[in-house]
């Protein structure tokens, strides 16, 4: 039977132009070596015993079925893309021969490749299948192995200038960057050849790729020859061969490196990499129609922001960040004002924002109040929420100091003025329910760290409860579920600080009515494990209170649905009134009655969710 698959599989007609039927055998095979791999050791050794020459064959029938066509032959589009997904098929089931056989794959695929280089005539495509062969199996390589896949690795930058076989002698080496790791003096010829294809056209996507891969795993042995890298990578940057996708590649591999520099040159090193694009956003912000430009340096120095986070700084040392932060302050202030209608830049410029605040964290602090107040006032011109999740992620960081709290006090203050009036302006319509999710993420964050805000009886804290209940009705499942999130948070704090019986007092019975109509039927079937969790944080601060709001409720004829009896209330009520503990049941109550409301018990589509 094994000889009979091997022969199906060793199809001789290429794939998928005249093979149709090779393909179908890649399961098979997966199954059948997992299972030798997953095998008790004495029941793999034997199996290993049995096997290994089939095994041997298959490798040798993948690298001639993963090869290229003839030049003259080219496939077609859709064809390519059958073709890219069988190689990477092949890939997958190789990875588990080489995990079966060890190094006896990693010898057989160096024979491959040692014979397709000396083949006469010489043909690329059977170098690049070897290659690719062994790519595949470059992070499953045993680290103990030091004679094969130095060899391999050796003979990659001596194989012959096809752009396929560069491509995949490039990526290769990146796959291999753990190996390299292990085997830190292989590093010194293979570098250098990565960072020369760099600068090549058509090759500086993969070199770039591979250079990140390696400085993923390799950044502490490359800290001390960044300068070196750096004199390679800035004049590839600057040229036309390299994307900007590319560009961000080799900036977060540099910012690795940088990571692991001494903290003392960090920041100069920081500066050789990103004051290009600083100098370049800052000349772009006074030109016209300039944003595709200012786009692409924005991304590069989101890069830089997010990859370059040293793990050990000297007291009075400055974050590399926040250098950098600094130096391109003043023209990310201007675009916001300038390009404040484009929403690709304020995007581009809150991602930036949120992988610097994710890196420096405390060492923030300098640049908090220009920085929070920017914020708010952008949020005030735009509307745009995306500037309420940078702001969210400022109450992490603050909220617990009390030199901040008056400044995230008037944030607070403006965006819940700013957003109640966008809620005002929608009376007759569903405001958009971006504002209202980002509003409320952002006031679960407020509640968590500085709830006190939130409680002053004056404009506009003294709104929040009764916009909360109108936009908890709101039909939009995501709008419901940051209001239920908020609401649950809000009412466990104010419990936890003792203040729960005046903000009951004024608000308890309408809450406890917009939850009844939310789970009479007005908020989506989805949402009533959110509409739970209030019920529950509402019975955990005033469980008879909230029996009594809700018998009021209840006793109104048809509510809060006319498909639910007074027994069925009733029943409701008594099972809920026992629920002081367990939130699962109270979920399976809620969701039940709600059901009962909707006509949907013991049905099909209230199974459903």
Not at 123 to 152: C, H, K, M, S, Y
Request: some cysteine; overall charge negative; glycine content about 4%.
């Amino acid at each position: 039977f094994l000889q009979m698959v091997l022969a199906l599989t060793n199809n001789p007609l290429p794939y998928p132009i005249e093979d149709t039927t090779s393909e179908m055998t890649l399961y098979f095979w997966y199954l059948f070596i997992g299972e030798i791999v997953q095998a008790d050791p004495e029941v793999h050794l034997q199996l290993l015993s049995n096997f290994q020459p089939a095994l041997l064959s298959l490798i040798d029938i993948f690298v001639r079925k993963l090869q290229f066509p003839d030049d003259s032959e080219p496939l077609s589009q859709s064809d390519r893309r059958t073709f890219d997904c069988y190689r990477d098929d092949i890939g997958d089931t190789l990875t588990y021969i080489c995990d079966a056989l060890k190094t006896l794959c990693v010898r057989r695929l160096r024979d491959i490749l040692v014979a397709a280089l000396h083949a006469s005539p010489l043909t690329w495509q059977p170098i690049e299948a070897a290659l690719f062969a062994v790519r595949a199996i470059g992070e499953n390589l045993p680290a103990d192995e030091d004679t094969l896949v130095p060899e391999i690795l050796g003979l990659v930058p001596n194989c012959p200038s096809h752009p396929l076989v560069s491509r995949m002698g490039i990526l290769l080496i990146g796959r291999c960057a753990e190996y390299l790791k292990d085997h830190p003096h292989l590093l010194e010829p293979l570098l250098p050849y990565i960072l020369q294809m760099l600068g090549t056209e058509g090759l500086a996507a993969p070199a770039a790729v591979a250079l990140r891969d390696i400085c993923n795993d390799c950044a502490e042995l490359l800290a001390p020859y960044f300068n070196t890298m750096l004199s390679f990578c800035m004049p590839a940057m600057s040229s036309s061969v390299m994307q900007t996708k590319d560009r961000c590649r080799v900036v977060e591999a540099l910012g690795k490196v940088i990571s692991c520099s001494p903290s003392q040159a960090t920041v100069q090193q920081m500066s050789k990499l990103l004051s290009p694009s600083v100098n370049a956003l800052a000349r772009l912000v006074s030109l016209p129609n300039a944003s595709n430009e200012i786009l692409q340096e924005l991304k590069i120095i989101t890069a830089g922001c997010e990859h370059v986070n040293p793990s050990h700084l000297e007291p009075e040392t400055r974050h590399p960040v926040m250098e950098l932060l600094e130096a391109s302050w003043l023209c990310i202030k201007t675009l916001l004002v300038t390009y404040n209608a484009d929403q690709d830049i304020l995007e581009a410029v809150c991602n930036l924002f949120l992988k610097a605040l994710r890196t420096v964290q405390d060492f923030f602090s300098p640049m908090f109040p220009d920085f929070i107040d920017t914020i708010v006032a952008t949020y005030q011109a735009t509307s745009s929420t995306l500037f309420l999740e940078v702001l969210t992620q400022l109450f992490p960081l603050f909220g617990s100091r009390e030199d901040s709290l008056e400044r995230l006090n008037l944030a607070v203050h403006a965006v819940l003025s700013t957003s109640f009036r966008i809620f005002a302006a929608h009376l007759h319509s569903e405001p958009d329910p971006d504002v209202v999710q980002g509003l409320y993420h952002m006031l679960v964050k407020v509640t968590r760290f500085c709830p006190r805000v939130l409680l002053q009886d004056k404009a506009p804290y003294n709104e929040l409860m009764p916009w909360t209940l109108q936009v908890l009705g709101l039909s939009e499942s995501w709008s419901v579920k940051a209001v239920s999130s908020f609401l649950t948070s809000f009412l466990a704090k104010v419990n936890e600080l003792g203040l729960a019986a005046p903000l009951l007092e004024r608000h308890g019975q309408m809450l406890v009515k917009q939850l009844l109509m939310c789970i009479g039927g007005s908020s989506p079937r989805n949402v009533m494990g959110e509409i739970a969790d209030v019920v529950f944080a509402l019975n955990e601060v005033c469980g008879r209170q909230l029996i009594v709001w809700m018998t009021e409720q209840m006793a109104q004829p048809n509510f809060p649905s006319e498909r639910v009896s007074p027994a069925t209330k009733e029943n409701f009520l008594k099972r809920l009134a026992r629920e002081t503990v367990h939130k699962r049941r109270v979920k399976d109550l809620v969701n039940e009655f709600s059901l009962q409301c909707r006509g949907l018990e013991n049905t099909p589509l209230g199974a459903m969710l």
